[in-house]
């Protein structure tokens, strides 16, 4: 079993920046799309972006275009997200997701998940 393992949140002021890092405990498994998801209570989790291990095509929620990059890093089948220009509202729990078989980047459907990682952005 893949196990998807998330590092990097934390608490942050608007307008700062954090950087998401999410690896498998596996190096050798390989996977079609990554994708980051966050959650706040009380809502369903939301695709935030994913990249494609295939094309490296990427998808961005319209919330966070031009404030977050996604990226991959192939020696280790790393994924980062690197989150600019943090606002209030981007207060959640950030998931690591990876896609085992080929559905599309605005797929929500994901084979394997993270723990999650709280990023809280307040003054």
């Known amino acids: 079993q893949v196990h998807l393992i998330e590092s990097g949140g934390g608490l942050v002021q608007p307008g700062g920046s954090l950087r998401l890092t999410c690896a498998p405990s596996?190096?050798?498994?390989?996977?079609?799309?990554m994708g980051w998801f966050h959650q706040t209570p009380g809502k369903e989790r939301e695709l935030v972006t994913a990249i494609s291990w295939t094309t490296y095509s990427t998808h961005y929620a319209d919330s966070v275009k031009g404030r977050f990059t996604i990226s991959r890093d192939n020696s280790n089948n790393t994924v980062h997200l690197q989150m600019n220009s943090l606002k209030p509202e981007d207060t959640a729990v950030y998931y690591c997701?990876?896609?085992?078989?080929?559905?599309?980047?605005?797929?929500?459907?994901?084979?394997?998940w993270g723990q999650g990682t709280q990023v809280t952005v307040s003054s």
């Open positions: 997701a990876a896609q085992s078989v080929p559905r599309g980047l605005l797929s929500p459907d994901y084979d394997y």
């Open positions: 596996q190096h050798t498994f390989t996977y079609y799309a």
